[in-house]
């Protein structure tokens, strides 16, 4: 009896062993996401669809595939000044930007994850004045018009250059995974807001998710906003409501598999950003749909020209008022017209025959001859010919 106690209490633990660890197994998994945000962590967040204006004009950069390449400085390049002219190449994207709206397809630049400029122009290098000394990293990728980096083979480039000396700051490893970190940043006068970031040595999740057993390590990205945090596996920009007016802090983390922090520079950022809404600005209007289309195009179109609508030429109708005025003027004497006509109708020919002649106008020229013959001669001027033998006959 006393050994079958103790192998059921020996049961009894293994099992409660065995169960514990089962629960640390998945508290310490990350959540899948293929719903981005778990209802049980949208607690003010929620993901949306992009603004339906950016989707039409995203429609016109699908067919580029830009090339991005750093031609200075060069890698590993020791430079001996603080001073340092970056020169770009790109292939297969029109980089500029409209004049009116203030946006276009163009660079992001990211130097050693603090300075973040954006390049319109290539005809001109990029300048950097007063960096520290030591080895310091660029990064920089294509990006549409309202900050989306592309995301295709070559859109991306990095260098890693030195001045006067090589430290171990700045210094990404390039045999591991990294992490660019691209929006938010900045100012924002407009919900959605769009987070974005840029993967570099990464494998698609979709093939590293096939087989658990491949040498092919997964990742993901935790993503940090205000204290509320959650798990992307898409690489891919997403639209985020729910940011409150003022200061907003973002975080971005690259994980493995398991959920454990790649290490490597670049991999841990953090932004701070503002969101003050109602701003004028082009992307906050160009978010809440207040650009219209054919407006918008201008920003990822080069040179071209919004075709003015045709000025609609004005229609002066009468006013529904003085329609009734205008009938009844008209009706109203119309039945006096018909009922006096048909009295008079019978009494004009007697009337006509004693008393007027007015009425028989149209009988004159069968009068006309008689009293020309006597009294006058002047309607008849163009017979006279004719009239004059007969009278100096009789007269003479």
Same mark, same amino acid.
């Given at each position: 009896m006393r050994v079958l106690f103790s192998l059921l209490v020996a049961a009894i633990l293994a099992w409660g062993l065995v169960g514990c660890g089962e629960d640390r197994i998945e508290i310490s998994e990350i959540p899948s996401t293929e719903v981005a945000f778990p209802a049980q962590r949208t607690q003010q967040l929620s993901e949306v669809a992009p603004p339906p204006v950016i989707q039409q004009l995203n429609q016109s950069l699908e067919a580029y595939q830009p090339q991005v390449a750093i031609v200075s400085p060069k890698a590993d390049q020791v430079l001996q000044d603080n001073t340092v002219k970056v020169e770009f190449q790109v292939q297969d994207l029109p980089i500029f930007q409209d004049s009116d709206l203030g946006l276009g397809p163009h660079l992001h630049v990211i130097l050693d994850n603090h300075i973040n400029k954006e390049v319109y122009e290539l005809d001109q290098p990029l300048v950097f004045e007063d960096l520290s000394p030591g080895t310091h990293t660029l990064r920089v990728f294509a990006s549409r018009p309202w900050h989306e980096s592309f995301k295709n083979e070559g859109a991306y480039a990095q260098t890693t250059f030195h001045l006067f000396t090589k430290t171990t700051d700045n210094n990404p490893d390039l045999a591991l995974p990294l992490l660019t970190y691209n929006r938010p940043q900045g100012s924002y006068g407009a919900e959605p807001i769009m987070l974005d970031f840029y993967l570099t040595n990464a494998p698609l999740h979709l093939v590293a998710a096939e087989n658990p057993d491949d040498e092919i390590v997964d990742w993901r990205i935790r993503v940090t906003v205000n204290g509320q945090n959650?798990?992307?596996?898409?690489?891919?920009?997403?639209?985020?409501?729910?940011?409150?007016?003022?200061?907003?802090?973002?975080?971005?983390?690259?994980?493995?598999?398991?959920?454990?922090?790649?290490?490597?520079?670049?991999?841990?950022?953090?932004?701070?950003?503002?969101?003050?809404?109602?701003?004028?600005?082009?992307?906050?209007?160009?978010?809440?749909?207040?650009?219209?289309?054919?407006?918008?195009?201008?920003?990822?179109?080069?040179?071209?020209?919004?075709?003015?609508?045709?000025?609609?030429?004005?229609?002066?109708?009468?006013?529904?008022?003085?329609?009734?005025?205008?009938?009844?003027?008209?009706?109203?004497?119309?039945?006096?017209?018909?009922?006096?006509?048909?009295?008079?109708?019978? /009494?004009?020919? +007697?009337?006509? %025959? $004693? *008393?007027?002649?007015? !009425? @028989? &106008? =149209?009988? #004159?020229?069968? /009068?006309?001859? +008689?009293?020309? %013959? $006597? *009294?006058?001669?002047? !309607? @008849? &001027? =163009?017979? #006279?010919?004719? /009239?004059?033998? +007969?009278?100096? %006959? $009789?007269?003479?």
């Open positions: 959650f798990i992307l596996d898409r690489w891919q920009p997403f639209y985020l409501k729910g940011f409150k007016p003022g200061k907003n802090w973002v975080h971005l983390e690259f994980l493995d598999e398991q959920g454990n922090a790649v290490k490597n520079v670049f991999n841990d950022t953090v932004q701070l950003i503002s969101y003050e809404p109602k701003g004028e600005d082009t992307l906050s209007q160009l978010v809440r749909g207040e650009l219209e289309l054919e407006v918008a195009r201008s920003i990822v179109e080069p040179n071209y020209q919004v075709v003015p609508l045709p000025t609609p030429v004005p229609v002066v109708t009468p006013s529904p008022i003085e329609l009734p005025e205008q009938v009844e003027e008209v009706e109203e004497p119309s039945p006096e017209a018909i009922v006096v006509p048909e009295e008079e109708a019978s /009494i004009a020919p +007697e009337l006509s %025959e $004693e *008393t007027s002649v007015a !009425p @028989q &106008e =149209e009988e #004159e020229p069968a /009068i006309t001859p +008689e009293l020309s %013959e $006597e *009294t006058s001669v002047a !309607p @008849q &001027e =163009e017979e #006279e010919p004719a /009239i004059a033998p +007969e009278l100096s %006959e $009789e007269h003479v």
